[in-house]
Nanobody, 125 residues
Framework: QVQLVESGGGLVQAGGSLRLSCAGS????????MGWFRQVPGKEREFVAF????????AYADSVKGRFTISRDNAKNTVYLQMNSLKPEDTAVYYC??????????????????WGQGTQVTVSS
């Protein structure tokens, strides 16, 4: 069974840090681009970060640029999201997503065809 499983979410105070992990299983994700999205109740899923299959290029939403870092370890079939200087507005369920190859429109949730179940991140003020 092919799946992505996120972990590392939790409750943190504003200014703190968390590192999310997304572990893939059931296949090798070496040739898959990966993305992180987040969603709060009543709002659409929002792009957070993207990394190409090779790891050679990354991209971020303006709201997290300079605070979040996406990386991947293809030997471990895992992608990470290091989140620093967290703010209350970062509170959301965070999802990782995958697709074969590098999508053109990587900020769109429809560009990805495999999703994890999500992990809650709560930042208190």
């Amino acid at each position: 069974q092919v799946q992505l499983v996120e972990s590392g979410g939790g409750l943190v105070q504003a200014g703190g840090s968390l590192r999310l992990s997304c572990a893939g299983s059931g296949r090798t994700f070496t040739n898959y681009a990966m993305g992180w999205f987040r969603q709060v109740p009543g709002k659409e899923r929002e792009f957070v970060a993207f990394i190409t299959w090779s790891g050679g290029r990354t991209a971020y939403a303006d709201s997290v640029k300079g605070r979040f870092t996406i990386s991947r370890d293809n030997a471990k079939n895992t992608v990470y999201l290091q989140m620093n200087s967290l703010k209350p507005e970062d509170t959301a369920v965070y999802y990782c997503a995958a697709r074969f190859g590098d999508p053109t429109y990587y900020t769109r949730s429809t560009a990805y065809n495999l999703w994890g179940q999500g992990t809650q991140v709560t930042v208190s003020s």
